[in-house]
């Protein structure tokens, strides 16, 4: 298996890390107080507000495409895990891995049918309380015994 991911994958990582920085929050906010600040001396003309629309537009444009490549394949990720998972352990059911590709029907019907179980489990519990003994009071009567 080779352990190195391509030249775009580590790109996208790498941005997606660096702009959920605290330092990319802080440079944008300079940006943006550095454009207002020279927004007096442009007059605040046309293009001194085109100049701000144009550039977060390109960069908000650019980065909605890197950030959800890099969160396709960390999703992907984590579903191979849980399908590793999954599959280790005895008694789950296999059917469960790979769900992300079968049909909403198909997806539906699982939940149902985990819906019953989760139902199934909460009656259990309340069969459970309801069986339970309560315990003995403790209050004294006036003759000083315990009941």
Same mark, same amino acid.
């Given at each position: 298996?080779?352990?190195?991911?391509?030249?775009?994958?580590? !790109?996208?990582?790498?941005? *997606?890390?660096?702009?959920?920085?605290? +330092?990319?929050? =802080?440079?944008?906010? %300079? @940006?943006?107080?550095?454009?207002?600040?020279?927004?007096?001396?442009?007059?605040?003309?046309?293009?001194?507000?085109?100049?701000?629309?144009?550039?977060?537009?390109?960069?908000?444009?650019?980065?909605? !495409?890197?950030?959800?490549? *890099?969160?396709?394949?960390?999703?992907? +990720?984590?579903? =191979?895990?849980?399908? %590793? @998972?999954?599959?280790?352990?005895?008694?789950?059911?296999?059917?469960?891995?790979?769900?992300?590709?079968?049909?909403?029907?198909?997806?539906?019907?699982?939940?149902?049918?985990?819906?019953?179980?989760?139902?199934?489990?909460?009656?259990?519990?309340?069969?459970?309380?309801?069986?339970?003994?309560?315990?003995?009071?403790?209050?004294?009567?006036?003759?000083?015994?315990?009941?």
């Amino acid at each position: 298996m080779n352990k190195k991911p391509g030249i775009f994958t580590r !790109f996208a990582g790498a941005v *997606s890390t660096g702009a959920g920085s605290p +330092i990319a929050s =802080l440079l944008a906010f %300079a @940006l943006v107080v550095v454009w207002a600040v020279l927004g007096p001396l442009f007059g605040f003309s046309e293009t001194w507000q085109l100049v701000i629309n144009t550039g977060t537009t390109i960069i908000t444009f650019l980065m909605v !495409f890197v950030i959800q490549s *890099s969160q396709n394949r960390d999703t992907k +990720i984590v579903q =191979l895990k849980l399908d %590793a @998972l999954i599959h280790a352990m005895s008694g789950a059911k296999d059917k469960l891995m790979d769900l992300e590709n079968v049909s909403d029907k198909d997806l539906e019907s699982v939940h149902a049918s985990f819906q019953h179980l989760a139902q199934g489990a909460k009656d259990e519990i309340d069969d459970r309380a309801a069986k339970k003994p309560k315990p003995k009071s403790t209050r004294t009567k006036r003759s000083g015994v315990k009941t």
